[in-house]
């Protein structure tokens, strides 16, 4: 991979920066002038939990539900399901090609449909569960990780999963390799270098959110959260049965989420393969890159150990690659970890919303948003109007803000863009 020497931006050097009426020790690689009342008023409220050892908030911060996207919380001898959020384990996973530009026709309409064909968006599923085996996902195959595939301990361990989503099963296989809406995409890419990149964001589909909305609801229940300002921040506590089974369920999901994004990214490449091939391209792949954003890790800072819970936030240790997406349009980066302890490890998930989907609809039209994809190969129409690059922050000042957590390996240009 060939670095990028330059980061883009502004001086950094005034971040982090404190948040003014937090509690527990909160440090902001954001402008609190720049950042909506009502999302400063949240942080401030994770803030006061008596279990938070710290709060991290990264420059793509906004408003969540619960707690903030965009922020890194580490507590003591407890976790908050909220903090995480319902798409547990929501990531991107990208890997370059061989392909450059002039590889590409001018019109990559064809090869939109055909991605749209082979991976399910929306509410859609497989009629099947995806023959891992076939796509080369099966005995032999490693995560980025070099942990080996294990899909039927894997499954196996849906057994014991919540009692509520045990009907779930068939559901959760036909989903696997499937795309779901929202932000969710599939991309083809180019960097500077002009070399075509794959890419794609997606999380637990909806045997995560089940598991989350479940676990949340029980957590409101206990009497230790009965006082709590906001509810939707109850916390389960260590050495608890209940946090056992949340953390439980949890890291299923998680590992359902990083094997969800494989078999698309293998189904992608199976269509970009043949649609090369059929001119006798034979397409070639490096290794791909993968991260969670919406996770928890236990992880020991200030020498005491931690449950550290990341909602729209990567992982950025010490040489960790990691993937920070803009908006449908408006291009990524692919990054390097620099190891920067004061954020507990982390920078940012993405470009992160300046508005509401609701508000976005009311404000933007179908020509403003042909007008902002201009060049790139998507949809157009009213169904993803809510993720026009305006609706969304200049994702050049979210890295400039973090150049002390984080170094550009490449930047990557959408070409093509998949949305539910």
């Given at each position: 991979?060939?670095?990028?020497?330059?980061?883009?931006?502004?001086?950094?050097?005034?971040?982090?920066?404190?948040?003014?009426?937090?509690?527990?020790?909160?440090?902001?690689?954001?402008?609190?002038?720049?950042?909506e009342?009502?999302?400063?008023?949240?942080?401030?409220?994770?803030?006061?939990?008596p279990?938070?050892?710290?709060?991290?908030?990264?420059?793509d911060?906004?408003?969540?539900k619960?707690?903030?996207v965009?922020?890194?919380?580490?507590?003591?001898?407890?976790v908050?399901?909220?903090?995480?959020?319902?798409?547990?384990?929501?990531?991107?996973?990208?890997v370059?090609?061989?392909?450059?530009?002039?590889?590409?026709?001018?019109?990559l309409?064809?090869?939109?449909?055909a991605?749209?064909?082979?991976?399910?968006?929306?509410?859609?599923?497989?009629?099947?569960?995806?023959?891992?085996d076939?796509?080369?996902?099966?005995?032999?195959?490693?995560?980025?990780?070099?942990?080996?595939?294990?899909?039927?301990?894997?499954?196996?361990?849906?057994?014991?999963?919540?009692?509520?989503?045990q009907?779930?099963?068939?559901?959760?296989?036909?989903?696997?390799?499937?795309?779901?809406?929202?932000?969710?995409?599939?991309?083809v890419?180019?960097?500077?270098?002009?070399?075509?990149?794959l890419?794609?964001?997606?999380?637990?589909?909806?045997?995560?959110?089940?598991?989350?909305?479940?676990?949340?609801a029980?957590?409101?229940?206990?009497?230790?959260?009965?006082?709590?300002?906001?509810?939707?921040?109850?916390?389960?506590?260590?050495?608890?049965?209940?946090?056992?089974?949340?953390?439980?369920?949890l890291?299923?999901?998680?590992?359902?989420?990083?094997?969800?994004?494989?078999?698309?990214m293998?189904?992608?490449?199976?269509?970009?393969?043949?649609?090369?091939?059929?001119?006798?391209?034979?397409?070639?792949?490096?290794?791909?890159?993968?991260?969670?954003?919406n996770?928890?890790?236990q992880?020991?800072?200030?020498?005491?150990?931690?449950?550290v819970?990341?909602?729209?936030?990567?992982?950025?240790?010490?040489?960790?690659?990691?993937?920070?997406?803009?908006?449908?349009?408006?291009?990524?980066?692919?990054?390097?970890?620099?190891?920067?302890?004061?954020?507990?490890?982390?920078?940012?998930h993405?470009?992160?919303?300046?508005?509401?989907?609701?508000?976005?609809?009311?404000t933007?039209?179908?020509?403003?948003l042909a007008?902002?994809?201009?060049?790139?190969?998507?949809?157009?129409?009213?169904g993803?109007?809510?993720?026009?690059?305006?609706?969304?922050?200049?994702?050049?000042?979210?890295?400039?803000?973090?150049?002390?957590?984080?170094?550009?390996?490449?930047?990557?240009?959408?070409?093509?863009?998949?949305?539910?």
């Amino acid at each position: 991979m060939t670095t990028t020497t330059s980061t883009p931006g502004a001086d950094a050097s005034r971040f982090p920066t404190t948040l003014p009426g937090a509690v527990a020790d909160t440090l902001m690689w954001a402008d609190p002038q720049d950042v909506e009342p009502a999302a400063l008023e949240q942080l401030r409220t994770i803030s006061r939990l008596p279990w938070v050892h710290g709060l991290r908030v990264m420059p793509d911060v906004h408003l969540g539900k619960g707690a903030t996207v965009g922020s890194v919380v580490a507590m003591r001898d407890a976790v908050s399901p909220a903090a995480v959020g319902v798409d547990i384990g929501c990531g991107m996973t990208a890997v370059r090609t061989d392909l450059t530009t002039e590889d590409l026709p001018e019109d990559l309409r064809s090869l939109r449909h055909a991605v749209e064909r082979a991976v399910p968006v929306g509410f859609h599923a497989h009629d099947v569960a995806p023959d891992v085996d076939r796509l080369g996902l099966g005995r032999g195959r490693t995560d980025g990780r070099g942990t080996a595939w294990d899909w039927r301990g894997f499954w196996a361990g849906f057994r014991g999963l919540h009692d509520a989503v045990q009907d779930r099963e068939s559901k959760a296989m036909k989903q696997m390799g499937t795309l779901g809406g929202g932000n969710h995409f599939i991309e083809v890419t180019t960097d500077d270098t002009g070399r075509v990149w794959l890419m794609l964001h997606s999380g637990s589909r909806n045997i995560g959110k089940e598991l989350a909305e479940r676990h949340i609801a029980a957590a409101k229940g206990l009497d230790h959260n009965l006082d709590l300002p906001d509810r939707d921040l109850a916390v389960f506590l260590a050495g608890t049965p209940q946090m056992d089974a949340y953390l439980r369920d949890l890291y299923w999901a998680q590992d359902y989420a990083a094997r969800n994004r494989a078999v698309m990214m293998a189904l992608v490449r199976e269509v970009v393969s043949t649609w090369f091939g059929r001119s006798g391209r034979e397409v070639g792949y490096d290794r791909e890159i993968s991260c969670h954003h919406n996770y928890v890790a236990q992880e020991r800072y200030d020498d005491v150990d931690l449950v550290v819970t990341r909602k729209g936030a990567i992982r950025a240790g010490r040489g960790d690659l990691g993937l920070i997406p803009g908006s449908m349009g408006t291009g990524s980066y692919v990054v390097r970890g620099l190891g920067d302890e004061r954020s507990y490890c982390s920078a940012s998930h993405g470009a992160g919303r300046t508005m509401s989907r609701t508000r976005a609809r009311k404000t933007f039209t179908i020509d403003d948003l042909a007008r902002q994809t201009s060049g790139v190969e998507c949809r157009k129409d009213a169904g993803v109007l809510d993720e026009i690059p305006a609706a969304y922050k200049d994702l050049e000042s979210v890295i400039a803000a973090q150049t002390d957590l984080v170094s550009v390996e490449a930047r990557l240009t959408t070409l093509l863009c998949v949305k539910g």
